[in-house]
C-alpha cells in the first residue's frame, strides 16, 4: 500500500482563523483527493487536486473556503479558511495509481483532527 | 450526497462469532471497495470487488457483490477483539473522468472479548 501522511495530525483552533493540511506521499499518484468527515458520520469528497491545475470542487464546497494546491504528484495541502465550529471534522487526503499499485484502489492517510473553538 | 446505505447502523457479536455487513447502493459502478476505521483514525483498505465479480476473500474477509440488487455484503469469519471498528463500503462510478469514492453510512462492529 501507499505510505502516506498528513500534518498536523490534530489541531485545535480558533473561529475565523486558517488551517492548512498537508499530505505527503512516499511515491507518484496519479489522483490525489480530500475527503471530510463530520463527528458520527460518513466520509464527503470535498475536492479532487489536480496536479498543475486548479483542483475540481464537489457540490457544496468552494475554493474560496477550502484552497487546494497540488504543485506535484507526491504532495497537496487544504486550506480550511475562516474557521467556525461546523468546521470540526477529521480531514483525510486519499491516493489512487501509485505505480506498481493496483490502479483503483485508493489508499488513505492517516487524518487531521480539527477541532474549531 | 451519499450513495450507499449500510446496515446494520451498528453490530455487536461475541469474539469468534461471524459477523455481516450489508451496503446498498443506487448507480452504477465500476468497483465497490471496503474500508476499516478505527475510532476516528484513518481508513484502512481492505478488499476491491470489480462490477464483474461476484465474490473476494481475503483471510477472514469474504465480499459479495450483486449488482442487479445494487448491493454488497462483508462477512467476517472467527472475529477477534482487534475487529471492533466502523467498516464503510465505497463505490467508484462506472461514468466520468473522475476516479472519486462515494461511501456508505458505515457499520459499528463491536466484537466483545
Known amino acids: 500500500s501507499a505510505v502516506i501522511s498528513q500534518k498536523p495530525s490534530r489541531d485545535i483552533c480558533q473561529r475565523g482563523t486558517s488551517l492548512t493540511i498537508q499530505c505527503q506521499v512516499d511515491?507518484?499518484?496519479?489522483?490525489m483527493f480530500w475527503y471530510r468527515q463530520q463527528p458520527g458520520q460518513s466520509l464527503t469528497l470535498i475536492a479532487t487536486?489536480?496536479?498543475?491545475?486548479?483542483?475540481?470542487?464537489e457540490s457544496g464546497f468552494v475554493i474560496d473556503k477550502f484552497p487546494i494546491s497540488r504543485p506535484n504528484l507526491t504532495f497537496s495541502t487544504l486550506t480550511v479558511s475562516n474557521m467556525s465550529p461546523e468546521d470540526s471534522s477529521i480531514y483525510l487526503c486519499?491516493?489512487?495509481?501509485?505505480?506498481?499499485?493496483?490502479?483503483?484502489?485508493?489508499?488513505f492517510g492517516p487524518g487531521t483532527r480539527l477541532t474549531v473553538l | 450526497s451519499q450513495q450507499g446505505e449500510e446496515d446494520p447502523q451498528a453490530l455487536s457479536i461475541q469474539e469468534g462469532e461471524n459477523a455481516t455487513m450489508n451496503c446498498s447502493y443506487k448507480?452504477?459502478?465500476?468497483?465497490l471497495q471496503w474500508y476499516r476505521q478505527n475510532s476516528g483514525r484513518g481508513l484502512v483498505h481492505l478488499i476491491l470487488?470489480?462490477?464483474?465479480?461476484r465474490e473476494k476473500h481475503s483471510g477472514r474477509l469474504r465480499v459479495t457483490l450483486d449488482t442487479s440488487k445494487k448491493s454488497s455484503s462483508l462477512l467476517i469469519t472467527a472475529s477477534r477483539a482487534a475487529d471492533t471498528a466502523s467498516y464503510f463500503c465505497?463505490?467508484?462510478?462506472?461514468?466520468?473522468?473522475?476516479?472519486?469514492?462515494?461511501f456508505g453510512s458505515g457499520t459499528q462492529l463491536t466484537v466483545l472479548p
Open positions: 486519499s491516493v489512487e495509481g501509485k505505480w506498481g499499485m493496483a490502479l483503483d484502489t485508493q489508499y
Open positions: 511515491s507518484q499518484v496519479t489522483m
Open positions: 487536486a489536480n496536479q498543475g491545475s486548479e483542483a475540481t470542487y
Open positions: 448507480t452504477s459502478i465500476n468497483n
Open positions: 470487488i470489480r462490477s464483474n465479480e
Open positions: 465505497a463505490t467508484a462510478p462506472t461514468s466520468g473522468s473522475a476516479r472519486q469514492l462515494t
